[in-house]
């Protein structure tokens, strides 16, 4: 009898543990809110905030890390076991401003782990990652898109984190979780943007994204987007080719990649780029360039015509617009093979104007070609 109730509690207590780890799994990090003094070269972490999607959950033995990208070591840990009193949003338990550091480069972590298993100086070698529930990478040098080492390294995988850059100014601002479903893990990757205003305790203020094809040109072949709000995450953007069928030509998805502090970001074959395409801007007959977001693109198969935007170009030809392209615009617009001209997005329409890689399209300047 005895063994019966020991094993009885032995299955009991191991379906406990296995509830509360999965619980736990459900935990993600919703904002961290910062404070980058450029002078004095250090950022203050001053609040993690964590979501849940059970608003009465009391995680047990969840730990945020913060890591160096220098020394690949933590630099600071704090206890997020009494996070939730009620809401879907609290904070970890780290004080007001705990610390601070010289580091531009590193991570903050989210384990399913106890505070006692992470002593400042940690290496993050020697982290068990099967328990890692969630992982910011950050990068509080808004000059210049370095690799972060911890990335580079493997602990932290590309569809785990996000390459982040804070606003070009010092100033206090917050790193937040938007455009994910809160509900479904799988959605919860690559999903953070920045907004000056914190917002701890409290849902995020996110807008929906935007991604415009914003410019097209066929000398040095490249093409630029513009995102709002700026410095959004591409991960989830994909841009493709599409033929005068609606069949998907090429496409290139933009992982880890990040729209400038300037809202714009350039693809194409230029020196200056950030992402070298894989393929290139056709040169006959009618094509549309288009931006997807969230959506399975691949080549030989027909275009989805949900999109985010698109432009629908002729480099040679005067015929009307394809009725396959007219999902993703009525009109079909003149490219200059020379390069002289662009395709550009202007506020009253889409025209030709002269290349302005990097900054708002110049609409008033006159361009010697015309289109369609």
Known sequence: MNNLRRSIFLVISYCIVIFAQDANSNLRLSEIELNVDKLKSYTHFEAIELWSPDATATPSGVTAVIFSGSTLKSIHSCSCDTAFSGSNYALCDCGVDPFQTIEFVGAIALYNSPLENFPDGTDVATVNQDQLLDVVLWQSDGTLLLPNPLQQAGYFAVGQSYHYMPPSSAQPYSIIRCYGDAIANGQW????????????????????????????????????????????????????????????????????????????????????????????????????????????????????????????????????????????????????????????????????????????????????????
Do not use: H
């Open 189 to 372: 990757q690559a999903s953070f943007s920045w907004n000056t205003q914190g917002t701890p305790g409290q849902p995020n203020n996110c807008s929906s994204p935007v991604v415009i094809v914003n410019e097209i040109n066929f000398n040095k072949a490249f093409i630029e987007l513009q995102t709002d709000p700026i410095e959004l995450p591409l991960d989830d953007v994909t841009l493709a080719s599409v033929d005068s069928t609606g069949t998907v030509i090429q496409a290139s998805t933009l992982v880890s990649l990040r729209a400038n502090s300037d809202s714009y970001f350039t693809v194409g074959r230029i020196p200056s780029d950030l992402l070298k395409l894989n393929w290139n801007l056709p040169m006959t007959g009618q094509t549309a360039i288009v931006a997807y977001y969230k959506a399975t693109v691949v080549a030989g198969q027909p275009a989805d015509t949900t999109f985010l935007s698109a432009i629908v170009y002729d480099p040679t030809e005067t015929q009307p617009t394809s009725g396959a392209l007219k999902a993703f615009g009525k009109t079909a617009y003149k490219a200059d093979q020379s390069g002289t001209c662009s395709i550009c997005v202007c506020p009253s329409g889409t025209q030709l104007a002269f290349p302005t890689l990097g900054q708002e399209n110049d609409c008033t300047t006159p361009c010697p070609s015309s289109f369609l």
